[in-house]
């Protein structure tokens, strides 16, 4: 059973979703599963995979049922965190987590900032491309991205955009001449339908790929933090931020099963690789 709840803050009504008792009936922190720009829905078969588990879900601010009134697009990871820690405490810290994308790069915000949260986070594949050794030529090609989009429309950008994430290594000056495939490949649109708002294409979420870890915070936190990422996502663009990001921290990366969606089973017309995805995060979650 699904409860979902509302929070209000000065700047945003947060949409929620508990799954499970509070407290919770083994006594484990709840598992709270974080995406960005993705919001709860992404999230569907992997809670079917921890029924045994309390979860809790969230949309970020200004995405799926979650409104703002800051009168603000841009998404950042220091207001991402604050709300995540408002929702900790409204059901109840610390918690588990389990953050993807750019829900990992919240996640990272949320422990530097609130370390007494977080008894273990699960960060996979964070874009953090400020990291990356080629961080002035990854920064110039995700802005190539972006022009295209703008230029363009939804279909052609998010053609770019896959064309992005799926280069193989270091970034070097050809991407530009690649930046633009045909739509018709991924069997996106080409048409343009004039809207520009896309968090994943447009500028409002320069703030997270650009986000730096606060790493002193992150080592003398005593959260547990993995960093992870998928084995079919290995030397594209977010095995290379998260295997930086790793090095960062002092660790290697914690290989999982499939690519940077692996835990999708159908939602937004994606599959990864869920069952085995879920078999490895709980592996993971109970190595501590």
């Known amino acids: 059973m699904i409860a979902t709840r509302t929070l209000d803050t000065p700047e945003a009504s947060l949409a929620y979703d508990v799954r499970g008792p509070l407290p919770t009936a083994d006594g484990r922190p709840p ?16 809670a079917g995979h921890f029924t045994d588990r309390t979860l809790v879900t969230y949309d970020p601010r200004g995405l799926g049922r979650s ?21 900790i405490e409204a059901v109840g810290g610390p918690v588990e987590v389990f953050a993807s994308s750019g829900g990992a790069v919240t996640a990272l915000a949320l422990v530097a900032a609130h370390p007494d949260d977080v008894t ?27 022009a295209v989009y703008e230029a363009k429309g939804w279909g052609h950008g998010m053609a770019a955009f896959i064309a992005l994430t ?14 633009a495939p045909d739509p018709a490949a991924f069997g996106l649109p080409a048409e343009d339908d004039g809207s520009r708002g896309d968090p994943l294409l447009s500028h409002d979420s320069d703030a ?8 002193p915070a992150l080592t003398a936190a005593p959260s547990r933090i993995v960093v992870a990422a998928g084995i079919e996502s290995k030397d594209a663009l977010t095995w290379r931020t998260a295997v930086a990001t790793a090095q960062e921290l002092g660790q290697e990366i914690t290989v999982f099963p499939s690519d940077h969606g692996g835990f999708l089973g159908g939602e937004f017309g994606q599959h990864g690789r869920p069952e085995a995805f879920a078999a490895r995060l709980r592996e993971v979650l109970d190595a501590r």
């Open 120 to 146: 273990t986070l699960v960060a996979h594949e964070p874009p953090l491309l400020s990291v990356l050794p080629d961080a002035d030529r990854a920064i110039a090609a995700t802005r190539a991205v972006q």
């Open 208 to 215: 997270i790929t650009a986000f730096r870890p606060d790493v």
């Open 166 to 179: 799926s280069w193989q290594g270091e970034f070097t000056d050809d991407f530009s001449a690649t930046a």
């Open 67 to 87: 409104t703002r009134s800051d009168g603000r697009t841009t998404h950042t990871p220091q207001q991402h965190a604050d709300d995540v820690h408002r929702i």
């Open 31 to 46: 598992l709270f599963l974080i995406g960005a720009p993705m919001d709860a829905s992404g999230f569907g078969t992997l």
